[in-house]
């Protein structure tokens, strides 16, 4: 089983930036395709941006492209989320998730239901 960690968030202004990280433990993190996702109050969770286990293929929401970069450091166990060009509505609780049975690592997917392990989130505020 991979557990992940959120860390990186934070308070800022619109038109600023900000990374995210996800901290993975456990044996053949490599092996899986990540994602991020977010929530924001009253809403519904939706899907950020996954990446498969080499990094060759990304997947974005449409809100976010042209804005976001998921990345990832397998030697580091450890996925990122650069977000530049941060508006108000990028506010929320971000969550990290592993999809570890449904693929093999090669397709990024936005589909919630096929990650099996998720953080604990960490919150990103972005203000006018």
């Known amino acids: 089983q991979v557990q992940v960690v959120e860390s990186g968030g934070g308070l800022v202004q619109a038109g600023d930036s900000l990374r995210l990280s996800c901290a993975a433990s456990?044996?053949?993190?490599?092996?899986?395709?990540m994602g991020w996702f977010r929530q924001a109050p009253g809403k519904e969770r939706e899907f950020v941006a996954a990446?498969?286990?080499?990094?060759?293929?990304?997947l974005y929401h449409d809100s976010v492209k042209g804005r976001f970069t998921i990345s990832r450091d397998n030697a580091k166990n450890t996925v990122y989320l650069q977000m530049s060009s941060l508006k108000n509505e990028d506010t929320g609780a971000y969550y990290c998730a592993v999809d570890i049975n449904t693929g093999n690592g090669l397709i990024p997917t936005a589909r919630q239901f096929e990650y099996d392990s998720w953080g604990q989130g960490t919150q990103v505020t972005v203000s006018s």
């Open positions: 456990g044996r053949m993190f490599s092996r899986y395709v």
């Open positions: 990446i498969t286990w080499s990094g060759g293929r990304t």
